[in-house]
């Protein structure tokens, strides 16, 4: 079976922080892990990209920690990527965004990304 690829948008490099615990959890679960964000900075020795898009590779699942209105303008680059999963953690849901995901063809998923891979935030 071949690894399971995940993108967690709004990956962050402050270990407090949800954007951090997931790539951390992804990462002993054995999944590729793509941390997207706009910064510079190395996440747990990845190499961020800047969008869903830059992902050079297929990807299962994407996550999203960060507001509703910064989830809005990545929801495309989600569709157009075909990822089969898309997850909403709480907090970063809002009835907008749920409607254009839905519109896109996307199925959100309002859930605990991390709780899904059976680990704990």
């Not at 002993?28 to 706009?38: D, L, M, S």
């Not at 699942?61 to 509703?68: A, G, H, I, N």
């Amino acid at each position: 079976m071949s690894q399971k690829v995940v993108a967690i948008v709004g990956a962050s490099t402050d270990p407090a922080k949800f954007g951090n615990k997931a790539v951390r959890a992804y990462l002993r679960q054995g999944w590729k892990v793509y941390p997207v964000t706009p910064k510079d900075e190395t996440i747990e020795g990845l190499t961020p990209v800047r969008s869903v898009a830059d992902v050079p590779e297929p990807i299962d699942r994407v996550v999203f920690y960060l507001p509703p209105a910064a989830g809005m303008k990545v929801l495309a680059d989600v569709a157009a990527k075909g990822t089969d999963e898309l997850f909403i953690s709480p907090g970063a849901e809002s009835d907008e965004l749920l409607a254009e995901a839905r519109r896109l063809g996307l199925q959100p998923i309002q859930a605990c990304a991390i709780v899904s891979i059976g680990e704990r935030p």
